[in-house]
């Protein structure tokens, strides 16, 4: 007997509003302030009206002088408006990592790698005292749910630091939340009665759909401020010229796909199976004209085919990958025998992207590259295929089932994977003892996961290019050990607040209670357990790299890059 | 129906700890307790909570209150501060690993202690540790007994120094030992052969470690004897006689410390010397005349008494230990035919044999000898009888001295040749004189010096011979006696006649310790 | 070519040239003096190297290199130096209790690595084709659920059938109690749980409508444990043999300890 289907409600768009708190009275105070007495509520669908996004997609925050708003390095989805008071930019030199709840970090010397023999803690999760006692300059105060870090001697840093101050009606966090980057800068509240208007990406990307001016300055300050170097660094433009880049940084369209977020509701939606690439927002549909290249910038797409029925994964794609250079480059040359767009694009979770029309490519970038940079011609469907664009090839290379399988799962994510081979594994938990080893008797990870065929990719934190662990920590704990580098958590200032822990779509990051080297457990005032979060970090402090690789007897475990699809299949293929 | 195992799930908030070494009694439930077994496997669950005394401003009891993580509970801590809901303590269970750790530790003290016990135990130590069965000679109570009376250890300590010292004298030993543990390159440069400290117990009993040349240098006695093999000690074989007599450069060696130059011997079919008897040409110095073939194939050879022909067998009788064959007796195997008769008139009458001055007394004798024989022949006229012999000799030889004379010196083999009278059927042989066969010479005054035959008995002095082993075996193969006129002959085979016999073809026994031996006496004089 | 065939061949290749090498050095020089000296230290070096591999297992924070390297040279090293020992004892057979306790505690640790190697190469692939995945100790917690829920269903406040009842107390009740059938799964035999579930399919001509249901979540049950017992039996099988291995290499190297210092100290420099 079939199981009946599980009915889930899709989810809205507004099924949790970023703070239930919101009033009719916030709302219209907000509809008075600039830049939303600007807007034209008209302008925008019934559907996503000014009045709710405002109500549903922002929330206004108050803000104590000294307290940090956002710290550099850190993840977030949100821009941030300043309604009343100051705050301040730190410019230079950075502040110091223990100001941000961060450690500072170094490889573990010769003396401590050795004590490891027979320092370990007898009993599990031992926080050390060192680490209680830790003063690092910031201290956290609770605010009704929420935590707030502040720095304590806002006076000697803004003497050692340059700082610039901001004022009521500035912008500031726009492209970090909609591109997913780092934060580049950390911000504090300059002033008591700050206030802020947090908006979250969702709300910023359809103002900017419907607002012309917003759009425009968004534009304006992406282009100024990210775009110019990050097209400079992009390979396909090496050939061109400053003023050719120029151009080509002006005609530039940028967008943001994705209808949720990763956490939460997608986890529930997988599990229900309920998740299709043919559900997935098209941001290129196969058989469209080309309209321009795709430049992902953040987040992943899927590469797909219509098959049958429904959509057959063929690749998917990262931040820095370009989609439809085959198809524009092939029209350019071959102008009487044209082709559409063979794949479709599919945005899965967020995704950021730039798009070049092909016009730009077309005059200024395809005739620049010389003529071995050009891809090969696309073949029609009944010609003889020599050898398959790469799309297909890489499916070919790692296998159906398990293309599917880590797309499904999004585990193109992590750029340190850890995947187990189950054909070779035998289950003797070295790996487990050796992270173990390097934390104080006390494993990362956890030696399953899911699994298809021979592969399993065990609960080992990923260390994501997308790490949406760091969005929403309050005190900075869960960080990035350098740019690009190793996600890490600092147990000294961590809360166990569990927000990380909730976000992390692929149960990497579980809560420990912490305890004393008897073994008790450590408890605050009220008699509570203090939990911190723990995860793998990748080894960061010891020498030779993750322990847990450099255990495996049989070479079955390894920590792989699945931003793409290379070292899979090099691996299985070995 | 999914034939799934039931948790293809994980665990999503907990780690496995598989570096711990004992797990919660309970998880086999199902219901691990939160604390989880102390590192030392004790059971720390308590209870649910930890009251703490609350003590409120302007109280001096304050009261106590549940602090249990999933909420309080309803009843509340008891009045002394202690939680109303005890865990029941479990059993910790130890993990696989755990285990294998105990057993290693077992493993490893079980080895030590059944090493320190019998080790220490020296009956079951030397039986334990022996790499092998001792020879019977080295073992039993008579070892045992004349071990004690040379004062030397008992047991294993008659020869090893290390020998009833206990694990620590053993230790003592090794780390004493010459060449020493990590001595590895004095241990791969030894030379084979060279005498070892071991070789001093061997001394003791065995004294002497005769070289078979005196200036050969010394070989360890564990080279060629090895201990240890079982109850009888193995064999010498060729490769330790090749490792000298094999090496050319060690002979050539020898050959310049005086010694006989040998060429290297490998195998006796293949390369060993003719005997020295045959290259250096020797001839037999023995002084009496004997003609082999004419005894042997002679047409004037008579029968001997019994009917049959003369062989080899009745001149040549081995000795008792049937190894060599007994010299040649006049007595018994000459005089059946050599009767020295002197008389062709009397034949009865014979000189005596071995010494001359008997043989002078006995001429000088003469009408005494005769008077003798009279009386048992012809009682009635003995004077007669005498006087009648006296005179024929006298007209035969001349007086008394030339008949001496003659007898002594004669070498003729012509003159009055009588047939005289059978003796149990044997022909007279011709006795001319004893220089027919003998050496003669001349003292000063004129009395005759015989020289007194030579029979040697051994002529390859350096090899063993035993001629009861070779009894089936034809005389005549091996000694060519039928084609040999001169006593000067030696009559030994040659090494190939051995060789028919003594190689791989042959199949009979060919290594060296067969005919040689390594340790003798001094050498016999040739 | 996979990385494991090229570490197949680089080892077996290696293995050879050795192999060949050592024989030939044998023949060569097996006259000398001391020569079982020298073959028992090149013996005893191997011994040591392929015990300094649980040394590196015990310091997997020190970057000594991958374990997955030192288990390649742990594995040809130690089929070469079973030709060591061969050769060391000149091809024979030892003599006396102390030499033959030695080359037993060898024998049996150079053995049961052979047989933990072929274990470890081919009861992992039979694990992941049976599909599912189990941690070994939350087996036991795993089987205790699959228990309980068997009982309820079959003497459970809502079983009502005798039927089903009385087949579980003669013949389920056991399977369900504890490990089971592990020579069985070591082998590949489906005998046992096959014989189970034939009877529960024997059982369903007398079961009502609903109790068929019944009987049909049972057997599920069944397969779940008898899937347990598979991951379990492979699982055990995978650290058994290290049993063996492990603590006899202590005992093999306190023996050892002990030949060398015997060897040295009753020779009396004789060979």
């Not at chain 1, 359809?206 to 425009?216: I, P, Q, S, V």
Request: net charge positive; charged share 20%.
């Amino acid at each position: 007997m079939p199981d009946a289907p599980t009915i889930l409600e899709r989810p809205q768009r507004w099924d949790a509003a970023f703070d239930a708190n919101m009033t009719d009275e916030d709302v219209n105070r907000l509809l008075f302030t600039a830049p939303f007495s600007g807007m034209d509520a008209e302008k925008f669908p019934k559907r996503t009206p000014l009045r709710e996004i405002i109500r549903n997609d922002m929330r206004i925050l108050k803000f104590r002088k000294g307290e940090i708003i956002m710290r550099q390095g850190d993840y977030g989805t949100s821009a941030f408006l300043i309604l009343q008071g100051a705050a301040r930019v730190v410019l230079k030199p950075d502040l110091a990592p223990s100001l941000l709840g961060r450690q500072a970090t170094g490889k573990k010397g010769v003396f401590r790698t050795l004590a490891q023999l027979w320092n370990r803690s007898r009993a599990p999760e031992v926080l050390p005292r060192s680490i209680l006692g830790q003063s690092s300059g910031v201290s956290a105060r609770q605010n009704e749910n929420e935590t707030r870090v502040f720095l304590q001697d806002v006076p000697r840093i803004l003497d050692q630091h340059r700082t610039a101050q901001m004022t009521g009606g500035e912008f500031f966090g726009e492209i970090a939340a909609l591109s997913r980057m780092a934060r580049t800068s950390t911000i504090f509240a300059d002033s008591d009665d700050a206030e802020l208007l947090e908006i979250r990406w969702q709300g910023l990307r359809d103002l900017m759909k419907y607002d012309d001016a917003l759009r425009t300055h968004i534009n304006k300050i992406y282009r100024e401020r990210a775009l110019a170097s990050y097209l400079r660094a992009t390979p396909l433009f090496k050939y061109l010229s400053k003023e050719q880049l120029d151009h080509v940084a002006e005609a530039v369209e940028f967008s943001t796909f994705g209808d949720y977020d990763w956490s939460g509701e997608y986890k529930r939606l997988a599990q229900s199976g309920s998740v299709r690439p043919e559900k997935e927002p098209v941001i290129v549909g196969q058989g469209d004209y080309p309209n321009g290249i795709v430049l992902l910038r953040a987040g992943f797409a899927r590469v797909s085919q219509k098959f049958g029925g429904g959509e057959r994964t063929l690749n998917y794609i990262g931040a820095g990958q370009i989609f439809g250079l085959n198809e524009i480059a092939h029209n350019w040359r071959n102008k009487d025998a044209t082709t559409n767009m063979q794949f479709s694009l599919r945005a899965i979770g967020y995704t950021h992207l730039l798009i070049v029309p092909t016009r730009v490519m077309e005059d200024i970038v395809l005739p620049s590259l010389p003529k071995n940079e050009l891809p090969p011609p696309v073949a029609k469907a009944d010609d003889d295929i020599d050898s398959p664009p790469p799309e297909i090839a890489t499916r070919e290379k790692v296998g159906a089932e398990i293309l599917e399988f880590l797309t499904e799962n999004r585990f193109f994510n992590g750029t340190a994977t850890m995947v187990i081979d189950l054909d070779r594994c035998t289950r003797c938990d070295d790996c487990v003892r050796a992270c173990a080893s390097t934390h104080d008797n006390n494993p990362r990870f956890l030696r399953h996961g899911p699994s298809a065929g021979r592969l399993m990719i065990a609960n080992a934190c990923m260390h994501c290019a997308d790490p949406v662990c760091m969005i929403g920590c309050p005190t900075g704990a869960i960080h990035r050990e350098s740019f690009a580098g190793q996600v890490v958590i600092n147990p000294a200032t961590c809360i166990g607040c569990k927000s990380c822990f909730t976000n992390c779509p692929y149960d990497a990051i579980r809560m420990v209670e912490a305890r004393d080297e008897r073994g008790e457990f450590l408890v605050d005032q009220e008699m509570k357990p203090i939990a911190k979060a723990t995860k793998c970090d990748l080894c960061v402090e010891n020498h030779g790299g993750p322990a847990c690789e450099r255990a495996c007897p049989h070479g079955a475990l390894t920590r792989m890059n699945l931003n793409n699809l290379d070292s899979l299949s090099k691996w299985l293929k070995l | 129906m999914s034939e799934r195992l039931p948790a293809p799930d994980f665990d999503a908030q907990n780690y496995a700890r598989p570096n711990q070494n004992w797990i919660c009694g309970h998880a086999c439930d199902g219901n691990a307790c939160r604390p989880g077994p102390d590192a030392k496997g004790r059971c720390c669950a308590t209870a649910e909570c930890k009251p703490v005394l609350e003590l409120k401003p302007g109280e001096t009891k304050g009261r106590w209150k549940c602090t249990r993580t999933g909420g309080a509970c309803e009843a509340g801590p008891l009045p002394d501060g202690s939680c109303c809901r005890p865990i029941a303590k479990c059993s910790p269970v130890p993990t696989l690993r755990w285990w294998r750790g105990r057993l290693t530790l077992a493993v490893i003290a079980a080895s030590c202690a059944v090493l320190l016990v019998v080790l220490g135990n020296p009956p079951w130590r030397n039986n334990f540790i022996s790499p092998g069965e001792i020879s019977q000679p080295h073992s039993g109570e008579a070892f045992t007994a004349l071990a004690a009376t040379n004062q030397l250890n008992q047991g294993c300590g008659a020869c090893h120094v290390a020998g009833n010292t206990g694990p620590r004298g053993m230790v003592h030993a090794a780390l004493h030992a010459d060449p020493g543990i990590l001595d590895l390159k004095k241990l791969a440069m030894a030379h084979a052969a060279t005498p070892t400290a071991i070789d001093e117990s061997c001394l003791k009993c065995h004294a002497g470690r005769n070289m078979h040349q005196p200036s050969a240098p010394p070989v360890s006695c564990s080279f060629c004897h090895m201990e240890h093999q079982g109850r009888m000690m193995a064999a010498t074989t060729d490769a330790n006689c090749n490792f000298c007599h094999g090496d050319a450069t060690k002979m050539a060696v020898a050959a310049g410390a005086g010694n006989v130059s040998e060429p290297p011997i490998h195998h006796f079919a293949e390369d060993h010397p003719q005997f020295r008897f045959i290259t250096e040409k020797l001839r037999d110095p023995d002084t009496l005349k004997f003609n082999h073939q004419l005894h042997l194939t002679g047409a004037t050879i008579p029968n001997l008494p019994g009917g049959q022909k003369l062989d080899c067998a009745f001149c040549h009788q081995p000795d008792a230990a049937g190894a060599f064959m007994k010299p040649v007796a006049f007595e018994k195997n000459c005089r059946v035919c050599h009767s020295l008769q002197f008389d062709p008139e009397t034949p009865q009458l014979m000189l005596p044999h071995g010494n001359a001055d008997f043989v002078s007394a006995y001429l000088r004798s003469l009408p005494k000898q005769y008077a003798t024989l009279a009386a048992k022949e012809n009682p009635a006229d003995v004077n007669g009888f005498v006087t009648a012999k006296l005179a024929g000799l006298r007209t035969q030889f001349g007086s008394g001295e030339d008949l001496e004379r003659r007898i002594f010196f004669s070498t003729a083999t012509f003159g009055p040749e009588a047939q005289v009278g059978e003796l149990s059927g044997a022909t007279r042989a011709l006795f001319p004189g004893c220089a027919y066969c003998h050496e003669v010479k001349a003292a000063a005054g004129g009395s005759p010096q015989i020289t007194k035959p030579v029979q040697t008995e051994h002529w390859l002095a350096q090899a063993k011979f035993n001629h009861a082993k070779h009894l089936n075996i034809n005389c005549a193969q091996c000694h060519d006696a039928v084609h040999s006129k001169d006593t000067a002959d030696i009559l030994l085979p040659a090494q190939e006649s051995c060789a028919t016999c003594h190689s791989p073809r042959g199949g009979v026994a060919d290594t060296c310790a067969e005919c040689h031996t390594y340790h003798k006496p001094p050498l016999l004089a040739r | 070519m996979t990385r494991f065939h090229r570490q197949l061949c680089a080892g077996l290749i290696a293995l050879i040239i050795a192999t060949a090498g050592a024989l030939w050095l044998n023949a060569k020089y097996s006259a000398l003096a001391n020569y079982a000296y020298l073959t028992g230290w090149a013996l005893l070096a191997g011994m040591f190297v392929l015990t300094i591999y649980n040394v590196r297992k015990k310091l997997p924070f020190l970057p000594l290199g991958k374990s997955e390297t030192w288990l390649q040279i742990h594995i040809y090293l130690g089929f070469f130096t079973t030709l060591l020992f061969l050769i060391h004892l000149k091809f024979g057979l030892p003599h006396g209790w102390f030499e033959i306790v030695l080359a037993w505690l060898f024998v049996l640790v150079s053995g049961s690595g052979m047989v933990g190697l072929f274990f470890s190469r081919v009861l992992p692939r039979r694990l992941a084709t049976r599909g599912g995945e189990v941690i070994f100790e939350k087996i036991p917690a795993l089987r205790h659920g699959v228990k309980t829920a068997a009982e309820e269903l079959a003497l459970g406040k809502d079983a009502k059938s005798p039927v089903i009842a009385e087949f579980y107390a003669k013949r389920l009740a056991v399977f369900f109690s504890g490990p089971k059938n592990f020579w069985h799964h070591l082998v590949e035999s489906r005998r046992a749980a096959g014989a189970l579930l034939a009877e529960l399919e024997d059982l369903r001509r007398f079961a009502t409508e609903a109790d068929r249901e019944k009987i049909g979540k049972l057997e599920a049950l069944v397969r779940q444990k008898d899937g347990l017992d598979y991951h379990r039996a492979l699982q055990l099988a995978l650290k058994l043999w290290l049993f063996v291995h492990i603590p006899l290499t202590y005992g093999l190297m306190i023996f050892t300890i002990l030949h060398v210092v015997m060897v040295f100290g009753f020779s009396g420099g004789a060979r």
